[in-house]
C-alpha cells in the first residue's frame, strides 16, 4: 500500500509529519511513521479526536513565505460545495467539500488556492466554530 504524507494538527497547537498507510475518514484512528529525527520512524496511532485537521501534503517542507488564498477565482470551478471553516483557534479555511455531514466526525476540503501545499485537509468537526457554505 502506498504511504500518503500527512501533517497531523492537534487541537491544542501541536503538529506531527508523517507517512501513514490507513487513514480512513470512517475511522477514530491511524498510524503515522514519524519523519522527526528525534524520533524517526517511530510509527504511533494518532486517534481524530484529539486533532483540529488532518492534511494530506505535497511535501513537507511547504512554502514558509506563501501566503494561501482564501477565495476563489473568477472562473474556478471547483467541485462539491464552496465551503468556508473557521476553526476555534481563529484559523480559517476556504475550499470545496463534497462530503459536509454534521453527523460525522469531519469532512474533506479541497483548497480554494490549488497552488497551496495542501492537497486536501480532514478537518475535523469538534475543532470548528462555523461552518459556512458560499
Known amino acids: 500500500m502506498e504511504l500518503i504524507k500527512i501533517?497531523?494538527?492537534y487541537a491544542d497547537y501541536g503538529v506531527i509529519k508523517g507517512y501513514t498507510h490507513d487513514f480512513f475518514p470512517n475511522k477514530s484512528s491511524f498510524h503515522l511513521q514519524l519523519i522527526a529525527e528525534k524520533h524517526k520512524d517511530k510509527v504511533i496511532e494518532v486517534h481524530l479526536k484529539d486533532l483540529k485537521a488532518v492534511s494530506f501534503v505535497r511535501d513537507f517542507k511547504g512554502k514558509p513565505s506563501y501566503v494561501e488564498r482564501k477565495y476563489f477565482t473568477e472562473g474556478q470551478n471547483?467541485?462539491?460545495r464552496n465551503v468556508k471553516v473557521s476553526f476555534k483557534d481563529g484559523e480559517v479555511l476556504v475550499g470545496s467539500t463534497i462530503g459536509y455531514d454534521p453527523k460525522r466526525q469531519g469532512f474533506f476540503l479541497f483548497?480554494?488556492?490549488?497552488q497551496t501545499n495542501n492537497l486536501k485537509i480532514f478537518v475535523i468537526l469538534s475543532a470548528l466554530n462555523k461552518v459556512e457554505f458560499l
Open 111 to 114: 483548497p480554494a488556492d490549488p
Open 78 to 80: 471547483p467541485t462539491g
Open 7 to 9: 501533517v497531523a494538527r
